[in-house]
């Protein structure tokens, strides 16, 4: 399994932007694919972001395309989640997660490493 640790959360306002990073550690990580999902309070974890091991193939949910983006280094063993426009409806706790195979998916249930979280507030 891959060890992950988020980083960068905080309070913003709405239309700010904040930067979410994940350092990996473990030997699946530069061979597999990440994931970031979220979990507002109430509500179910969502997907929100994914990328293959080679950068080459990304996801986006819906709600967050062409605001945020998903990237990774390999070298640094971290994974970024660049946010933009941040809307209120962006609260929630972020997540980061791991799967050992190369292509990444949107189902929580295929990750089988996940961080401890990290809480982003956006505020209106």
């Known amino acids: 399994q891959v060890q992950l640790v988020e980083s960068g959360g905080g309070l913003v306002q709405a239309g700010g932007s904040l930067r979410l990073s994940c350092a990996a550690s473990?030997?699946?990580?530069?061979?597999?694919?990440l994931g970031w999902f979220r979990q507002a309070p109430g509500k179910e974890r969502e997907f929100v972001a994914a990328?293959?091991?080679?950068?080459?193939?990304?996801y986006y949910a819906d709600s967050v395309k062409g605001r945020f983006t998903i990237s990774r280094d390999n070298v640094k063993n971290t994974v970024y989640l660049q946010m933009s426009s941040l809307k209120p409806e962006d609260t929630a706790v972020y997540y980061c997660?791991?799967?050992?195979?190369?292509?990444?998916?949107?189902?929580?249930?295929?990750?089988?490493?996940w961080g401890q979280g990290t809480q982003v507030t956006v505020s209106s």
């Open positions: 997660a791991a799967r050992p195979f190369t292509r990444p998916t949107m189902n929580a249930f295929d990750y089988n490493s």
């Open positions: 473990g030997r699946t990580f530069s061979t597999g694919a």
């Open positions: 990328i293959s091991w080679s950068g080459d193939i990304t």
